[in-house]
T-cell receptor, first 113, second 115 residues
C-alpha cells in the first residue's frame, strides 16, 4: 500500500526566501512521485514528477524535488519564493499495479512581501 | 477541448436529492479518474476508467455513488439520496496513458453543497 505524509499544513516564507515543502511516502513497491499545485478555485496542475532515472527532478516555475529512497522523502524546493507561488501544494505517490494516486493532505504556502 | 471540463462548477442540493456531475476529459485520453476533495484535505480516489471500462471503483464511499463512461469519453458521477457528508469538491482527471507514469490533467472541479 502507498501513502503520503506532508509535514506542515501551512508554510510562510518571505518573498525571495527559500521554499521547502516536505513530503514523506510509504510504498511497498518502487514509487512514482508527484507534486501538484492548486490555485484557488482551480484544478490541480502538475509541477514535477519522478518515475525512474535521475533522482533530482526539475519542474515548472523554478521548482525542483529530490527523491531520496533511504529517507523515503520527496521534498519540494525553490531557491527564491515569488508572490505568485502562493497556493496549495500536494504530494502524491503511486506505484505497482494499482491505478490510484494517493495524495497528501496538502501544504498551503503563503509568501510574505 | 483544451482541458478537462467539469459541470456544474457549483451545485447546491437538498438532502435526499440526486445529483449528476459531468466530466469531459481531454480528447483522446484513455484514463479517467474521479476524486473527492473535502475542505482542507487532499483528493481522495473514488474510481478509475480505462476507456469505457470501470477498472477500479474501490474508493466509492457507498452504493449511493455511481459512475459511468459509456462511450469512453464523457463521464458522469451520480450521487443518489445525497447526504451532508457528501459535501465536497469532486475532481475529474484524465491521462493519455494507462499506468502510473502518466500525468493527470485535472478539471476545476464541481463543488457540491448538501443542505
Amino acid at each position: 500500500a502507498q501513502s503520503v505524509t506532508q509535514l506542515g499544513s501551512h508554510v510562510s516564507v518571505s518573498e525571495g526566501a527559500l521554499v521547502l515543502l516536505r513530503c514523506n511516502y510509504s510504498s511497498s513497491v518502487p514509487p512514482y512521485l508527484f507534486w501538484y499545485v492548486q490555485y484557488p478555485n482551480q484544478g490541480l496542475q502538475l509541477l514535477l514528477k519522478y518515475t525512474t532515472g535521475a533522482t533530482l527532478v526539475k519542474g515548472i516555475n523554478g521548482f525542483e524535488a529530490e527523491f531520496k529512497k533511504s529517507e523515503t522523502s520527496f521534498h519540494l524546493t525553490k531557491p527564491s519564493a515569488h508572490m505568485s507561488d502562493a497556493a496549495e501544494y500536494f504530494c502524491a505517490v503511486t506505484g505497482g499495479n494499482g491505478n490510484q494516486f494517493y495524495f497528501g493532505t496538502g501544504t498551503s504556502l503563503t509568501v510574505i512581501p | 477541448g483544451a482541458g478537462v471540463s467539469q459541470s456544474p462548477r457549483y451545485k447546491v442540493a437538498k438532502r435526499g436529492q440526486d445529483v449528476a456531475l459531468r466530466c469531459d476529459p481531454i480528447s483522446g485520453h484513455v484514463s479517467l479518474f474521479w476524486y473527492q476533495q473535502a475542505l482542507g484535505q487532499g483528493p481522495e480516489f473514488l474510481t478509475y476508467f480505462q476507456n469505457e471500462a470501470q477498472l477500479d471503483k474501490s474508493g466509492l464511499p457507498s452504493d449511493r455513488f455511481f459512475a459511468e463512461r459509456p462511450e469512453g469519453s464523457v463521464s458522469t458521477l451520480k450521487i443518489q439520496r445525497t447526504q451532508q457528508e457528501d459535501s465536497a469538491v469532486y475532481l475529474c482527471a484524465s491521462s493519455y496513458r494507462t499506468g502510473m507514469a502518466g500525468e493527470l490533467f485535472f478539471g476545476e472541479g464541481s463543488r457540491l453543497t448538501v443542505l
